[in-house]
């Protein structure tokens, strides 16, 4: 690339052998723990993964970084964006609390990486399951771990799976019939409807026409660059 600054020149080939994310100690991988939306060839969304699974097909070539510029899509491969990085962080370092985009690092021996917010894979063209998985961590979400009985937040240790009618008469496993409780509530309802233990749903349970962590996720700074490949289509995307 013409007009590198020459102390940036070396990076792309240690940055290959510095993200090795197995060797590199714990405490300097907390950036690894964000999340990263995952598109298709045909940029549609199709996942969402940690930056730790991020940088390993970033690593061995089979996605690119996708950054969001003010309403434009700029793509960036592996090394370019590792040597981008490094001016980012200057220029954050210099800015402070004024700079209008705040990253995500992961620092390695030699350098620091920014966490990309959006990657696009190379050769998947598969579009997602439009379906929203029924399972715990999607229960908790739509109900943003509130027991759905006195209505207050608990931490996810603190709460349960209730069916609303009860297994032993006849209650299934559905988005309409299970809701959080948290445990007193649980304990206190017992193998009863709510009627029948003269408690009320704080709102009727349905199935959410997006995915619930998606939605908890966009509602955080630094995950606004994914709605530009969200629209109503592409919300139900899969969580590894």
Known sequence: ?????????????????DIDVASVPFHLLSGLDCKVLVLNKLYVAIRVVSARRAFTMLCRGLAEVIHVDEGKFV???????????????????????????????VRTVRFDVAVPRVIRLYGYDRLPAQVVKLNRRNLFARDRNHCQYCGKHFSTCDLSIDHVRPRTQGGGDTWENLVCACIKCN?????????????????PPVKPKRNPLIAIRLGQARYQSWKAFLDEAYWNVELK
């Open 1 to 17: 690339m013409a007009g590198r600054p020459s102390q940036f020149r070396s990076i792309p080939q240690a940055a290959l052998a």
């Open 75 to 105: 793509n960036y491969d592996f090394e370019t964006w590792a040597e981008l990085s490094q001016l980012r962080k200057q220029m954050e370092a210099e800015e402070g609390a004024a700079s209008q985009e705040q990253h995500d690092w």
């Open 187 to 203: 304990a206190r309802k017992g193998g009863r409807t709510p009627s029948e233990a003269q408690m009320h749903l704080i709102k």
